[in-house]
């Protein structure tokens, strides 16, 4: 972190809050504030992964920015203006780039829709590590983790099914597919709730899979149902399926959050409407894909362009 010793204390706090009166050691180790302008500092960046410049307008000068593109990392140039309006970068920075960041003020919520995006992204692989030492970044974190696992879930349910409805292979493969399935998709659950656990603060063992057994226990409902339907519907079954693999797989994340955020499962009528909103959801994306790999229905009404 540089720039403004006053701003970057402030963002310090920030993404350091949510741990109480007694902040860990290595949460304060993962953040560094630093004077790239100090005579004679050497910097050693090895386990750096970006720098965060916060500064007022006019302050992060390009030859500032220079200095520390220098470090050979992303840099987020965050701009506090409160003239302004929260604007974000169209993408993050890559390596020895910089992109442009602007708040009207350090809050969570500004930067939530602004900065955050972009930093977990350059952050992939670490950021279960990030958020148990930074908090405040531990919600997008989950919400990422559960919608990756939850396209992987997508993924591997909708292959399962072409196995089923291709002629002579889903006779043969049909079964030792289904099967197939169930256990990926159960493996990618059990995966994403220790990854949950560990976000939060918990040791990721076997034990806490037993959290939330009920939890995981209503996806082999979802996935049984999803193939039974997918037997009489060939097209529509393979979105149901994988809409439904997508949906239980990103209750069980969402689930798993919730339980480490308010310390209590969900209702049984919170996870019916988000497993309803998700399966939906997934529903029309596998709908629109398979728009886009027919041409004829893309046009309308079956009929292809003149």
């Known amino acids: 972190m540089a720039g403004d010793g006053a701003l970057v204390a402030e963002l310090r706090a920030i993404l350091l809050s949510g741990h109480g009166e007694r902040i860990p050691l290595d949460a304060n180790a993962c953040l560094e504030s630093i004077d790239p302008a100090a005579p004679g500092r050497v910097l050693d960046t090895a386990a750096a992964r970006c720098v965060i410049v916060v500064s007022p307008p006019g302050e992060a000068t390009p030859s500032a920015l ?26 993050a920075p890559s390596a020895a780039g910089t992109a442009h960041y602007t708040v009207p003020a350090l809050s969570v919520e500004h930067l939530s829709s602004t900065l955050f995006p972009h930093l977990l992204t350059v952050l992939k692989g670490i950021e279960v590590a990030v958020g148990r030492r930074l908090p405040v970044l531990r919600e997008a974190i989950g919400t990422q983790l559960t919608a990756e696992a939850s396209m992987s879930s997508l993924r591997v ?4 099914a072409l196995v089923d409805h291709v002629p002579v292979l889903g006779i043969v493969l049909g079964t030792v597919a289904s099967a197939g399935d169930t256990l990926a998709i159960t493996g990618i659950q059990a995966f994403l709730l220790l990854q949950i656990a560990a976000l939060y603060g918990h040791d990721p063992d076997l034990t806490r899979l037993g959290e939330l057994v009920p939890v995981v226990g209503g996806g082999f409902g979802w996935r049984a149902l999803a193939r039974e339907l997918s037997g009489f519907i060939p097209v529509a079954g393979i979105l149901i399926k994988g809409g439904i693999a997508y ?43 398979v728009d886009r790999l027919n041409p004829r229905r893309r046009d309308g009404n079956g009929g292809g362009r003149a």
């Open 157 to 160: 349910a909708v292959a399962s």
């Open 66 to 91: 220079s200095r520390l593109e220098a470090l050979e990392l992303p840099v987020f140039a965050l701009t506090v203006d409160p003239r302004g309006p929260a604007q974000a970068a169209n993408e």
């Open 247 to 289: 949906a239980g797989t990103l209750v069980v994340g969402q689930g798993a959050a919730y339980y480490y955020q308010q310390g209590r499962p969900m209702s049984a009528k919170q996870v019916r409407h988000l497993y309803d909103e998700a399966r939906t959801r997934a529903v029309e994306m596998g709908r629109d894909l």
